[in-house]
């Protein structure tokens, strides 16, 4: 079967640095995505990695291991419009997208 | 990047009522629509895939019958929710394929039924 895991739930604090893990088996693998999504809300882009490495887009950077089924998502300098749920998503051999269930992120003062 | 827009953002219905829901591309045409659903605190549900001028792929365990979905056109598919329940309620979100890697969302439909 397919299956991506990734935290539930994370706390860090303003201004500090937080990664959040993503694990996945799947079918076949054409990419994977990382979206944010505040509640009530859909979920927004935020980085696509198809390619072993790190991709870095401002505050946020992406990486990737494709041999170990293993992604995170860094975010530095923590905001607190960043607390979200952040989503990984593996695009499978079908070009469909397997969703986790999301990683709830909660920043303190 | 490309635009997708839905509509109503919000509904409430009466049950047993049907209820659209539109998901349009704004600025780019979409052979590929998906539509999703989301419970409160849960990952996206895929429900249906819609594919311009012909049938929608229906994930397992969704009705194809309570959900009908049409894709009349490049940048407009529908999903009609019949004789809705109060089980019904939840999130409802499109997203429009633009190339193999690339998927825009819709903004949602947020659906109570009383």
């Known amino acids: 079967g397919q299956n991506i895991d990734q935290p539930t739930e994370m706390t860090a604090t303003e201004g500090a640095i937080v990664q959040i893990n993503c694990t996945y088996q799947?079918?076949?693998?054409?990419?994977l995505f990382w979206y944010q999504q505040h509640a009530g809300e859909a979920p927004t882009f935020l980085s696509y990695?198809?390619l072993d490495g790190l991709e870095e887009k401002g505050r946020f950077s992406s990486f990737l291991s494709r041999s170990k089924g293993y992604s995170y998502l860094l975010l530095k300098e923590l905001q607190m419009k960043d607390s979200a749920s952040y989503l990984c998503?593996?695009?499978?051999?079908?070009?469909?997208?397997?969703w986790g269930a999301g990683t709830k992120l909660i920043i303190k003062p | 990047g490309a635009v997708v827009s839905q509509h109503p953002s919000r509904v409430i219905c009466k049950s047993g009522t049907s209820v659209k829901i539109e998901c349009r591309s704004l600025?780019?045409?979409?052979?590929?629509m998906f539509w999703y659903r989301q419970f409160p605190k849960k990952s996206l549900m895929l429900m249906a895939t819609?594919?311009?001028?012909?049938?929608?792929?229906?994930e397992q365990g969704v009705e194809k019958d309570k959900f009908l979905i049409n894709h009349a056109s490049l940048t407009l598919s529908t999903l009609t929710v019949t004789s809705a329940h109060p089980e019904d309620s939840s999130f409802y979100i499109c997203?429009?394929?633009?190339?193999?890697?690339?998927?825009?969302f819709g903004p949602g439909t947020r659906l109570t039924v009383l």
């Open positions: 998503a593996v695009l499978d051999s079908n070009y469909q997208l397997i």
């Open positions: 799947t079918s076949g693998f054409n990419g």
């Open positions: 990695n198809v």
């Open positions: 819609s594919n311009e001028g012909s049938k929608a792929t229906y």
């Open positions: 997203s429009a394929r633009v190339r193999d890697n690339e998927q825009f």
């Open positions: 600025d780019f045409q979409a052979t590929t």
